[in-house]
T-cell receptor, first 112, second 116 residues
Framework: GNSVTQMEGPVTLSEEAFLTINCTYT??????LFWYVQYPGEGLQLLLK?????DKGSNKGFEATYRKETTSFHLEKGSVQVSDSAVYFC???????????FGKGTMLLVSP | DAGVIQSPRHEVTEMGQEVTLRCKPI?????LFWYRQTMMRGLELLIY????????DSGMPEDRFSAKMPNASFSTLKIQPSEPRDSAVYFC??????????????FGAGTRLSVL
């Protein structure tokens, strides 16, 4: 079946540091890949997505590239802000499926 | 659009009581999902509907849990009787079956349930 593995948190960074959150997946066929973000006390919201190999999703300074050869979709940001503190979820949607398979989430804490 | 609307935002009840959580999906969306989030188990899919019909309820933990979608704009998740281990944040999400936003799930703000 489909599965998503992402790095354990929390990830603790200082403001303006470089961020990488690793995500790898297992799926048959060609899934679509997503990053969702959950701010404290809120629901999950889509951060970015990629639907085919080598696509790069980007939003709010975050980027992730769909790497089929390594089955990865790592999230990166060049300079994090305190306001980026949140939990980040990697997810996939299998080809022909309507449900999402989520990773366990990675908490990011950014200090001033 | 106002997004996915859930009510209540917070619910505190006593063990054994019936609890009903409500969700209004985004207008025009074909799918509706109910999730439960806890620190121990993370985010779990409980049940989902397509065009108001339940498709997969294998994530519903016990017979104490039931969900309905009487029409395209409303769904309920009911727990009867409630137990302290049901304490969690319950999310509703909706999505489209086609188009450029296919399979992007839009989440409500959640209902934080505390069963004492």
């Amino acid at each position: 079946g489909n599965s998503v593995t992402q790095m354990e948190g929390p990830v603790t960074l200082s403001e303006e540091a470089f961020l990488t959150i690793n995500c790898t997946y297992t799926a048959t066929g060609y899934p679509s890949l997503f990053w969702y973000v959950q701010y404290p006390g809120e629901g999950l919201q889509l951060l970015l997505k990629a639907t085919k190999a080598d696509d790069k999703g980007s939003n709010k300074g975050f980027e992730a590239t769909y790497r089929k050869e390594t089955t990865s979709f790592h999230l990166e940001k060049g300079s994090v802000q305190v306001s980026d503190s949140a939990v980040y979820f990697c997810a996939l949607s299998g080809a022909g499926y309507s449900t999402l398979t989520f990773g366990k989430g990675t908490m990011l804490l950014v200090s001033p | 659009d106002a997004g996915v609307i859930q009510s209540p935002r917070h619910e505190v009840t006593e063990m054994g009581q019936e609890v009903t959580l409500r969700c209004k999906p985004i207008s025009g969306h074909d799918y509706l999902f109910w999730y439960r989030q806890t620190m121990m188990r993370g985010l779990e899919l409980l049940i989902y509907f397509n065009n108001n019909v339940p498709i997969d309820d294998s994530g519903m933990p016990e017979d104490r849990f039931s969900a309905k979608m009487p029409n395209a704009s409303f769904s309920t998740l009911k727990i009867q009787p409630s137990e302290p281990r049901d304490s969690a944040v319950y999310f509703c999400a909706s999505s489209l079956a086609s188009g450029s936003t296919k399979n992007i799930q839009y989440f409500g703000a959640g209902t934080r349930l505390s069963v004492l």
